[in-house]
Every structure is written in C-alpha cells, then in structure tokens.
C-alpha cells in the first residue's frame, strides 16, 4: 500500500516557469512533510518541509501549499532555473505511538527546466 | 563532520558475499535512520536507531539484513548471502532528535552480480 502518491511523475518547463508537484497521503497521523531534492549520485537534500497547523510556507523560491482536509500538498517553484533540474521527492512521517519518525517517500517527480 | 559521509561510494559483490556498509552521522546527531532506494523509486525506509538503541528494525525485508551502532555514533549496515535483488543505494540520515529534520549522506550505490 503506497501512503503518499506523488505525481506527476516528470515535468518538463521552460525557464521561469512554475512547475507544481503534487503528493497525497493517506495516514492521518502524518504531522510533518518534507520535500527533498537530489541530484544524480548524491543524496536526498531537504528543501523546505511543513507541518499541518499552516497553509502555506515559503523559503526563497520554493512554496509548499497544504490542504488538511484533503490530504494533499504541494511544492511550487518559482521563476525555475536550469540548476533547478533534480528529481523531486515529497515524504511524510509522524511518530505512532513507540514508534519512530521514519520518512515515507513518493515515488518522485523528474523535473527539467529547459533554457 | 559537516555532513553525514557513507562508505564505501560503490561496491561490487557476487552473489552470496556478506557486506558491510559504513554510516558517519553529523556530529551529534542522536537519530540515525538507514533506508534503500531502488533505481527510479523514492527511499524506503529500513531501520532506526536512537543513540546506540536500534527502536526500528520493521523495514529490514529479511533476516540477512542486520544494522548495529555499537557506541551510539558510527554505524553498520551488513547484508549477509546477497542476492541480485539487494542491489539498491543504500542512504543513511542522521537527525539531531525527535521532531528535526533528516540529513542524507550520498549513499553506497551496491551492486550484486
């Protein structure tokens, strides 16, 4: 069972577009969602993350919006760049009780912004 | 250090070989968490250790995969009689307590042939 769908799967813009990443969850006792970058050969690098008592969150020209009741949210990027080209993963973890604050993954967004 | 490092890079087994996997956390960082990235997939999540406490053992998939973190800082990841479908990169984050965010090393890209 996959407890956050990302999609789309890949993006294509141009320059100084806005690309939009969606994910979905299912788990209710999710309280933090991050969204992660990475670059081939490297590692996951945290962008920006949200937990749900706020709509919205922005750090420079990246934009999570939130939706509680739908269980939804997504990452926004403004004015993208050429640089911004990485694949995009969003997760989602909360603490069950004596558990611990694992990440669940989607399965990615490949994003290329062209010059 | 300034960040999570992991070794080695690359590795390259055959079929039945144990290996073992090398995690060093951010200085400090108390929570150490090991997940599997299938090509083309999100991270999976494996296993969790608070201090040298493994909490979290639920996403080894097997009884060949084992995780220690003797001291509570430096940690392993051994696989023991790989198979062909253990080839993944294997990512280690390290957080610096309950409710911060996780840091990912670049991983152990390991391939079994």
């Known amino acids: 069972q996959q407890q956050v769908k990302q999609s789309p799967q890949s993006l294509i813009v141009q320059k100084g577009g806005i690309p939009i990443i969606n994910c979905a969850y299912e788990?209710?006792?999710?309280?933090?969602f991050p969204w992660y970058q990475q670059f081939p050969g490297k590692g996951p690098a945290l962008l920006i993350a949200?937990?749900?008592?706020?709509s919205e969150k922005k750090e420079g020209r990246f934009t999570i919006s939130f939706n509680k009741s739908a269980k939804q949210f997504s990452l926004h990027i403004m004015d993208s760049q050429p640089g911004d080209s990485a694949t995009y993963f969003c997760?989602?973890?909360?603490?069950?009780?004596?558990?611990?604050?694992?990440?669940?993954f989607g399965k990615g967004t490949k994003l290329t912004v062209n010059p | 250090g300034a960040g999570v490092s992991q070794s080695p890079r690359y590795k390259v087994a055959k079929r039945g070989q144990d290996v073992a996997l090398r995690c060093d956390p951010i200085s400090g960082h108390v929570s150490l968490f090991w997940y599997q990235q299938a090509l083309g997939q999100g991270p999976e999540f494996l296993t969790y250790f608070q201090n040298e406490a493994q909490l979290d053992k639920s996403g080894l998939p097997s009884d060949r995969f084992f995780a220690e973190r003797p001291e509570g800082s430096v940690s392993t990841l051994k696989i023991q009689r790989t198979q062909q479908e253990d080839s993944a990169v294997y990512l280690c984050?390290?957080?610096?307590?309950?409710?911060?965010?996780?840091?990912f090393g670049d991983g152990t890209r390991l391939s079994i042939l």
């Open positions: 997760a989602a973890s909360g603490v069950p009780q004596g558990g611990s604050e694992k990440l669940v």
């Open positions: 949200i937990r749900p008592d706020v």
């Open positions: 788990n209710t006792a999710f309280d933090y």
């Open positions: 984050a390290s957080s610096s307590g309950r409710g911060q965010p996780q840091h």
